[in-house]
T-cell receptor, first 114, second 115 residues
């Protein structure tokens, strides 16, 4: 299994541009998450999904959108990029197994908005 | 809602010395507790978790943590560190009945192991 994969690894955007961060998992996990990581701030949840067709906001959803049309994919869309969205973005997934609760993380996308 | 405080942002430690990383949490409901490690330029991976049962939890790479409900703490320890333990460590909590089992993370503790 490849686990959780994210593309691209790095991206530089100009203010006002838009882009989609891709996330795919091959573990048949129902639950998927998007986090952003800022220095000294830990990870903040942007959006999450408990299954195909179901998404919900996390702690910091403003400026982002998501969709979940398949179990495997959970893309994150940035519209009208702003410097405040400069961050490292992590996608994660989790098995519905109630005994586990472990989230599996992708390698991250480092985004700079200038 | 939950919050997590990691009391030390950086911990320098010599190789083969013990290390303790402190984590305190606040929650109005019962929680599950986790420690994740992030090696440079990588994603996070689970070190250990407390769901129920014994309050002393053993994880990978020789780490262990103790859940103290009265002090709302979940401190991480390793008796003898290696250079390869240089990483950032995150404490996280999840409400037992939280929708989506969302994690709330602390700000992280950067461990630098010196030879």
């Amino acid at each position: 299994n490849a686990g959780v994969t994210q593309t691209p690894k790095f991206r530089i955007l100009k203010i006002g541009q838009s882009m989609t961060l891709q996330c795919t998992q091959d573990m048949n996990h129902n639950y998927m998450y998007w986090y952003r990581q800022d220095p000294g701030m830990g990870l903040k949840l942007i959006y999450y999904s408990v299954g195909a067709g179901i998404t919900d906001k996390g702690e910091v959803p403003n400026g982002y959108n998501v969709s979940r049309s398949t179990t495997e994919d959970f893309p994150l869309r940035l519209e009208l990029a702003a410097p405040s969205q400069t961050s490292v973005y992590f996608c994660a997934s989790r098995s519905p197994d109630r005994a586990s609760y472990e989230q599996y993380f992708g390698p991250g996308t480092r985004l700079t908005v200038t | 809602a939950q919050s997590v405080t990691q009391l030390d942002s950086q911990v320098p430690v010599f190789e083969e010395a013990p290390v303790e990383l402190r984590c305190n949490y606040s929650s109005s409901v019962s929680v599950y507790l986790f420690w994740y490690v992030q090696y440079p330029n990588q994603g996070l991976q689970l070190l250990l978790k407390y769901l129920s049962g014994s309050t002393l939890v053993k994880g990978i790479n020789g780490f262990e943590a103790e859940f103290n409900k009265s002090q709302t703490s979940f401190h991480l320890r390793k008796p003898s560190v290696h250079i390869s333990d240089t990483a950032e460590y995150f404490c996280a909590v999840c409400g037992v009945k939280a929708a989506g089992n969302k994690l709330t993370f602390g700000g992280g503790t950067r461990v630098l192991v010196k030879p």
